[in-house]
């Protein structure tokens, strides 16, 4: 069974660092294209990072430069380094499978989430 | 960047058919895929590449794309199926590569 499951979130103040992790099973994650999307309290969706699995990596505008998205093979998880954080940061993160390994293919796992709160 | 238009909620009574329409620029061109997420809960892929359902998902979920509209159709609503409803691309001329529509909520009346 495919599971993936988030954790790292917490309170921390604006301009510190964080780092979540997601650890999966059921499948291997090097051989995936594994992502990173978050949810802002009250709000949609929005796409984050991907890792390939060839390594490459890609990043939304808004943490670009701040954001480093990462993978451990041994351990089978996904990580996601965030650092210079700010308060519009604030979200759910989800990490997320992409379906048949295809930059054109859906979501199709998805972890519980795990909750960012960037305040003071 | 590439832009999807959802509408912010739909309505229908149980046993109708629900439509939850997602406009982009010749999206009929990419392959759309749509969730579903309940309160507190992680989005489900109850649809992707345009039409294909997951397994699982029930054959009451249904999905089209063509010119510069998608659609997800839910026949038979049942209360269970309120929810968010998000579609989704991927658009390989954006930096921002992997785009969510603004979400529908869809309520069972």
């Known amino acids: 069974e495919v599971q993936l499951v988030e954790s790292g979130g917490g309170l921390i103040q604006p301009g510190g660092s964080l780092r979540l992790s997601c650890a999966a099973s059921?499948?291997?994650?090097?051989?995936?294209?594994m992502s990173w999307v978050r949810q802002a309290p009250g709000k949609g969706l929005e796409w984050v990072s991907v890792i390939y699995s060839g390594g490459s990596t890609y990043y939304a505008d808004s943490v670009k430069g701040r954001f480093t998205i990462s993978r451990d093979n041994s351990k089978n998880t996904l990580y996601l380094q965030m650092n210079s954080l700010r308060a519009e940061d604030t979200a759910v993160y989800y990490c997320?499978?992409?379906?048949?390994?295809?930059?054109?293919?859906?979501?199709?796992?998805w972890g519980q989430g795990t909750l960012v709160t960037v305040s003071s | 960047s590439y832009v999807l238009t959802q509408p912010p909620s739909v309505s229908v009574a149980p046993g109708k058919t629900a439509r939850i329409t997602c406009g982009g620029n010749?999206?009929?061109?990419?392959?759309v895929h749509w969730y579903q997420q309940k309160p507190g809960q992680a989005p489900v892929l109850v649809i992707y590449y345009d039409s294909d359902r997951p397994s699982g998902i029930p054959e009451r979920f249904s999905g089209s794309n063509s010119g510069n509209t998608a659609t997800l159709t839910i026949s038979r609503v049942e209360a269970g199926d309120e929810a968010d409803y998000y579609c989704?691309?991927?658009?390989?001329?954006?930096?921002?590569?992997?785009?969510f529509g603004g979400g529908t909520k869809l309520t069972v009346l």
């Open positions: 010749n999206i009929g061109s990419k392959s």
């Open positions: 997320a499978r992409i379906h048949r390994m295809s930059p054109q293919g859906g979501f199709d796992y």
């Open positions: 059921g499948f291997t994650v090097s051989s995936n294209y």
């Open positions: 989704q691309v991927w658009d390989s001329s954006s930096d921002q590569n992997w785009v």
